[in-house]
């Protein structure tokens, strides 16, 4: 049997059991394998992973243990640029941009709202959210550990909370999004993007209290779907406070 000792940082202790957790331990292997496999073996996706160092050294996710290293597997560094060292770190994306399974559709109409492009059915298949990920480089929002797995996805997170406000503002303390948010800028419905229409164009399709008191209106590009600043924009605009509130000092 081949003897490696792993230590994981911060929150990919998440994937481990409580005895592995914020401690080396030692793993036994068979025979030589890939540290990708073995990471994920032991639990953690490798979209997770952000440095891993084996007796010192930073390597890929295709380095070969063969016995006797000393391994050290870290997550995302928010405050260090270790862009230069890290060799499993994907190339930076210009925009966040998400597609989210299907447990997770409150999430998407919130990050829609905050003005992010989230893509959402609630159809979509394992294949299928791996296929857009890859294709359109999203980030893929799932709580599914295997999903995020699966070898093409390179950007993605595994959803702790399961209350939809709470996973939100893990997202965005996640990815640092905060200064991003850019609200009422995307259909809720669809993902669409929203511009504004003048009434006259609309007004056969807008209720009659609606049309009396309301001036002022967006429209979808793709659905058509119409909004305007009514009570449901209130509640809007208090959730969307509330989550400004949360906003880290250092985002």
């Given amino acids: 049997m081949l003897q490696v000792y792993f230590r994981f940082y ?10 592995k957790r914020q401690t080396r331990f030692v793993h ?6 890939s540290i990708k ?38 997550p ?15 190339p930076s994306l210009t925009e966040a941009r ?5 447990h997770l559709g409150k999430l998407a109409i919130y990050l829609r709202l905050l003005g992010f492009d989230g893509l959402y059915q609630n159809n979509y298949s394992d294949p299928q959210l791996a296929e857009l990920a890859h294709r359109d480089r999203r980030i893929l929002l799932t709580q599914d550990r295997a999903l995020l ?20 503002q893990e997202v965005l303390r996640r990815f640092q999004l905060f200064d991003a948010i850019a609200p009422f800028q995307r259909c809720l419905r669809c993902n669409g993007r929203l511009k504004p229409v003048e009434k006259a164009e609309i ?13 002022e209106f967006r429209i979808c590009q793709d ?21 400004l509130k949360t906003k880290p000092l250092e985002s």
């Avoid at 953690?44 to 007796?55: S, Y």
């Avoid at 659905?223 to 989550?243: A, N, P």
Wanted: net charge negative.
């Fill in 203 to 215: 007004c056969d399709r807008l209720e009659p209290l609606t049309q009396k008191y309301y001036t």
């Fill in 149 to 168: 797995k699966r070898s093409i996805i390179r950007y993605g997170y595994c959803v702790r909370a399961s209350d939809p406000m709470q996973q939100l």
């Fill in 223 to 243: 659905c058509q779907q119409i909004y305007w600043k009514g009570s449901h924009y209130e509640r809007m605009q208090t959730l969307i406070d509330g989550v």
């Fill in 76 to 90: 995302l560094f928010r405050s260090l640029n270790i862009a230069p060292i890290s060799q499993v770190r994907p």
């Fill in 98 to 102: 998400f597609v989210l399974d299907v």
């Fill in 10 to 19: 911060g929150d990919l202790n998440d994937f481990l059991p409580a005895v």
């Fill in 37 to 74: 496999d073995v990471i994920e073996s032991l639990g953690p996706p490798h979209p997770e992973v952000d440095l891993i160092l084996v007796n010192g050294a930073s390597v890929d996710f295709n380095y070969l243990l063969r016995g006797g290293e000393n391994v050290s597997v870290y």
């Fill in 28 to 33: 036994f292997l068979k025979e030589p394998a």
